[in-house]
């Protein structure tokens, strides 16, 4: 646990333009001369609550963009030098950055990328000045180059620029300053530009994910609480073991961890403070406390209490203070997901016999059951787009599908023996899920297209489960 | 970790308690002597075991409780569901009666449930069972304020296997005493 990756990110946003379709810039000088001081303001911030434009449930369809053939092209340098990463020199470091972007784009399924190996490299002066020919004498649609340039104080500069190699024009480029640990944020910005461009969708890879480590024979799982990026590098344990921890969910500024421990063999949640790692309880009770949920806004928390073995759905301010209960049926009411605005609550509830979907007012008011579909209907998870909820189904197997918010048009995205907890990307366009392997028992974590069609396994080192997706990272 | 917020909800008493349910052992096992002698001892294998040891778990403990209980210290149930059939109340007389016997044991009831469901929803179905378990032995006169609740929900199987008889078997709730 290095306090390097928990303190406040040395990673700045620069040069944010992302400029469509104007004329080259003029700017041929040397790519580091272009970039302004990194006191820039960090436009990202708002990405998620900013893009809710009548986008309907409807898929990004095979179009043209995805099958665009991109050439990602190892970032050159300016001057080889060693750096403090773990990639190695800047030219090292030029060609780890450019295999993390084709690695996103081609891991979701959304693009068919080449490079970087058997791509020519362009030099330094050419990151401005694309060799336009080359490229379409390669076939290339377009062209992602970039730059690593070392800085005194040992953060890097990195530049990133995308071409349309037909139309041999700038799409759009951008500049980011990190410290040498955040250096694979850098390309995530990078993969996030280009996806954004090319595809008209809010970005997604420079985030991060929450979930269970799990360790050991089915008997004696070992579930750890841990963190990574959102392809599964720089993973980081939070907890030792001792205690089983589960169903973890991060704050939308990512300083906090909501999840449930068995700390003192009873199951509580805590709220893990990620700038101090320390812990504390959410709540004070003698009733188990489960099934932990922030609001969008991160001022609310949602939480279900058990007593006397009856499953209620109470809310709290994440600061502290009174809880309110929302639900009140004979029955197991467990879980809740916040619509992007706030106003409403999805959740789940077996007040009808068997678990169905429900939706209420953020004040409990008005709840109404959205699933008739038959099977059982669990963990519902607002998209943060708004225009659908991901749940696990459950007939027989257990499988992931999604819905609208007025429970119709089920979809299935899997088709597995067990498939559960949803966790959406923070631009709403892929769904993350676990996995159960029959008998043994080991558990992964999957990313899931809208389509259904672009299943992937998460890379991880140990078996993982229950993820929640942050938002864009801040 | 920090744990130092976090407060322990049961009293833990450990050696004292021990002592007391020993000693409460002897004299209740007065009233009702011949079930409640320990189990012969098994064929003489060994000869260097100091005789003076009793032989068997000591009389009120957690391993006598499951020595006695001869499996009824778990009871099962079906497919989602909590309810206590005539199988259960057997089970849970015989517990019951043990913890009569013993009135300052208290007692700790585990609910689980099998892999086939949702994992927040499979705590809140556990916590259902045991406390199933925990209403029928405060029926039977069992005072309430003895026995406590934890769910592991799917977490802690026994069975291991993915079929219909593991499920079976890890649908259940588990009640130990607490030595």
């Not at chain 1, 992302?18 to 003029?26: S, T, Y």
């Not at chain 1, 694979?184 to 979930?211: N, Q, T, W």
């Not at chain 2, 098994?42 to 009120?60: F, S």
């Amino acid at each position: 646990m290095t306090a390097r990756s928990k303190t406040a990110l040395s990673l700045s946003l620069a040069l944010a333009f992302a400029l469509a379709g104007a004329a080259p810039l003029a700017a041929q000088a040397q790519p580091a001369d272009a970039m302004p001081s990194p006191d820039a303001t960090v436009e990202a911030e708002q990405g998620l609550e900013a893009d809710d434009g009548g986008l309907t449930g409807s898929v990004s369809a095979d179009g043209a963009w995805q099958d665009l053939g991109i050439a990602i092209t190892t970032f050159a340098t300016d001057a080889d030098v060693p750096t403090s990463t773990n990639a190695g020199s800047t030219a090292a470091l030029g060609r780890a950055l450019s295999t993390v972007i084709a690695a996103d784009l081609k891991n979701n399924g959304l693009f068919k990328p080449s490079g970087p190996v058997g791509l020519p490299q362009p030099s330094f002066g050419e990151v401005q000045a694309p060799n336009y020919p080359i490229w379409t004498y390669r076939s290339a649609d377009m062209l992602v180059q970039g730059y690593v340039h070392a800085n005194p104080g040992g953060d890097l500069t990195v530049g990133c620029y995308l071409y349309d190699v037909a139309l041999k024009q700038q799409l759009a480029k951008a500049g980011w300053q990190v410290g040498p640990a955040d250096w694979r944020r850098a390309a995530h910005k990078c993969a996030d530009m280009v996806y954004s461009r090319l595809s008209g969708e809010s970005p997604f890879f420079d985030s991060r994910i929450a979930y269970i480590a799990e360790t050991g024979p089915k008997s004696h799982r070992m579930k750890r609480l841990a963190v990574m990026d959102s392809d599964g590098a720089n993973m980081r344990y939070l907890t030792s073991g001792q205690a089983t921890a589960l169903t973890p969910r991060y704050s939308p500024d990512y300083s906090k961890i909501l999840y449930l421990s068995y700390l003192n063999g009873e199951p509580s949640i805590y709220v893990y403070d990620l700038r101090t790692d320390t812990q504390k309880l959410l709540v004070r009770s003698r009733n188990s406390t489960f099934a932990p949920r922030w609001s969008p806004d991160g001022k609310w928390v949602l939480y279900s209490m058990a007593i006397a073995g009856n499953t209620d759905i109470y809310k709290i301010p994440a600061s502290g203070g009174e809880p309110q209960k929302l639900t009140d049926s004979p029955g197991i009411d467990i879980g809740g997901s916040f619509s992007p605005d706030g106003r409403k609550i999805v959740f789940e509830s077996d007040r009808s016999g068997t678990q169905q979907i429900y939706v209420m007012n953020a004040d409990g008011s008005q709840q109404q059951r959205i699933t008739f579909f038959g099977g059982r209907s669990a963990t519902p998870e607002w998209s943060p787009r708004g225009d659908q909820i991901a749940f696990t189904h459950i007939a027989g197997d257990l499988r992931i599908a999604v819905m609208t918010p007025n429970g119709r048009n089920m979809r299935y995205l899997t088709n597995s023996w067990q498939d559960e907890a949803p966790t959406w990307s923070p631009n709403g366009r892929i769904v993350q899920f676990f996995r159960t392997e029959k008998n043994s028992g080991v558990a992964s974590i999957w990313q899931v297209d809208l389509t259904g069609r672009n299943e992937r396994k998460l890379p991880t080192p140990v078996g993982a489960s229950d993820p929640a997706w942050g938002p864009i990272r801040p | 970790m920090p744990s130092s917020l976090s407060i322990s909800r049961h009293t833990r008493t450990g050696a004292t308690m021990l002592l007391v349910a020993g000693a409460l052992a002897v004299s209740a096992c007065k009233t009702s002597a011949p079930q409640e002698l320990p189990p012969e001892p098994g064929p003489a294998t060994t000869t260097t075991t100091a005789p003076t040891q009793p032989l068997g778990p000591v009389a009120g403990s957690q391993a006598d409780f499951v020595a006695k209980m001869m499996g009824a210290d778990t009871i099962y149930f079906d497919t989602d569901k909590y309810d206590i059939d005539s199988m259960d109340q057997q089970a849970l007389a015989k517990q019951a009666q043990w913890l009569m016997q013993y009135p300052n044991k208290r007692a700790t009831i585990e609910g689980h449930a099998d892999e086939r469901g949702t994992r927040e929803y499979n705590l809140a179905l556990g916590e259902r069972r045991a406390n199933a378990a925990k209403n029928y032995l405060v029926s039977l006169g069992v005072d309430a304020s003895r026995l406590g609740t934890i769910s592991y929900g799917k977490e802690r199987p026994v069975a291991l296997g993915s079929n219909e008889q593991a499920w079976a078997q890890n649908r259940r709730a588990v009640t130990v005493t607490i030595d």
